[in-house]
């Protein structure tokens, strides 16, 4: 019986993990002409439940999210691999590989596959808006983030 149990639970762990390929989704967003938004969180974390709640779940938000990006929502602590250029392995090492381990942080990828802006730490509701235009205007390209704030 506990041979059993304890298969059932490989089963269900193995059929939860999904793996993330950057190399095809930036391919699609290529193609879609957005950006992948990737968020980096870890469970207990009360900034990146904060982060959820009061930021990336409002209507401002999730609309620009939907309309701009290819959203990638990465718990560090799920199973699965994940592969970005010769990148192969964890959540957790991807965002160590990325030089993002403090959570929440979020990075932004472009069609070319290229991690184009970072940021670590909990944004609000409004900076983080902003950024998000930052990036979808392609801004990113001729100015500062600041700069963009001020213009916009």
């Known amino acids: 019986m506990k041979r059993i149990l304890i298969l059932i639970l490989a089963l269900f762990s193995l059929a939860k993990a999904s793996n993330i ?28 439940t904060r982060m959820q709640r009061d930021t990336l779940h409002t209507n401002t938000v999730e609309k ?11 718990n560090i602590n799920d199973y699965g691999v994940v592969l970005y250029k010769d990148f192969r392995g964890s959540r957790g090492n991807f965002a160590r590989y990325l030089d993002y ?7 932004f990828i472009d069609g070319n596959n290229e991690m184009i802006y970072a940021q670590a730490g909990y944004q609000k509701r409004e900076y983080f808006s902003k950024l998000l235009s930052y990036i979808s205007a392609r801004a990113y390209e001729d100015m500062g983030i600041e700069e963009f704030k001020g213009k916009n």
């Open 21 to 48: 390929d950057f190399n095809t989704l930036s391919l699609q967003a290529k193609e879609e002409k957005k950006h992948i938004l990737v968020f980096f969180h870890s469970p207990g974390c009360g900034f990146c």
């Open 101 to 107: 381990d403090i959570y929440p942080s979020v990075v």
């Open 64 to 74: 620009q999210i939907k309309n701009n990006f290819i959203y990638v929502d990465i």
